[in-house]
């Protein structure tokens, strides 16, 4: 820092040189346990969440809630002194759904509120009392369905007038806490809910106004397929979330990484790997009998090891060895990650303002 950037920096609020900015320089990482959902998160194999305002959205039932308490848990399992702020207005997350991520609710201060500005007065309260350095995740579920205090107030008088309030006291929620969520390098996690357009082409839109938008690092859109035995009566046995990515600073938009869940064994660790793997020219496909088969081909020679059937390729052994290499990992930022030499064009100005 030269000697008019000292000057100036001495004077009003605190201020350094940007490439000393902690701001920017020691943003904390927590890499999620799920490789697929750090690719959505960051295009990176082993990336994750940071600080900033992250959204989850979709229909009710779509995993969202579950997907962020694994994002919790794995912030708390890398900081041992961790600990989460929950705020709870659905009151859909029992203690019960908390102890299958191996989450201690001794770590959770839970909050219940009933409206937006219960939110909006009491988290920018919390948030002074948090230091720099402190290890808090954010949990809001949800905003989706948080109505206005003006809406309840007007419910209890009997009143049925439209309320035009709501969209704007969450543009004020996020206006205030982002800022001081940033300053403080804490992640915060937002379950949002989301409509549909009325376009010809309709299209799943997060509810709540522009300050969502506006205030994300990311936001991830669920979608769902459903999950069938491959034989005999076609059985459901669980879902393919798919997290479509409507907002990214870090990964290309409009991204999409499924997440398969099953009924009798719950997440997939490696969810959409072998894809990818077979995409990349590091798993080849052919048959084991009459079913499909995998194996692994060796980079450096181009050979290919011995065929096994799916259930073997969702292993460490298989998937979890694709996982390591170095041309794979590349392969995933070359495929999904934003390229920080490029100024993106919805950096510099909203397209649909312009048209």
Known sequence: MNELMSRISKVGIKSVGLDESEVYQNRDITSSSIPCINIALSGEVDGGFGSGVGILAGPSKHYKSNTALILVSDYLKKHKDAMCLFYDSEFGTPPSYWATQGIDSTRVLHVPIENIEDIKFDLPQKLESIKLGDKVII?????????????????????????????????????????????????????????????????????????????????????????????????????????????????????KIPLQVLFDSGIGKYSGILDLAIESKDVSQGKVGKSAGYALINRSTGEIGEMVKFDATQTDAFLGTVLKRAEFKQFIRDTYKLEKSKLQEDDIFDKEDVE
Do not use: C
């Not at 809406?151 to 806490?177: C, H, N, P, W, Y």
């Open 139 to 255: 949990f809001v579920d949800s905003v989706g369905n948080l109505p206005s205090k003006k809406e309840a107030t007007d419910a209890l008088d009997g009143k049925s007038t439209t309320d035009m309030t709501r969209a704007r006291e969450l543009k004020s929620l996020f206006r205030i806490v982002t800022p001081k969520i940033k300053l403080r390098n804490l992640p915060a996690l937002f379950v949002a809910h989301t409509y549909q357009t009325m376009e010809l082409y309709s299209k799943a839109v997060v509810s709540g106004g522009t300050g969502i938008y506006y205030s994300a690092d990311w936001i991830i859109i669920f979608g769902r397929q459903q999950e069938k035995e491959t034989s005999g009566d076609k059985e459901l046995i669980g879902w393919n979330f798919i997290l479509n990515t409507e907002k990214s600073r870090f990964v290309k938009e409009k991204t």
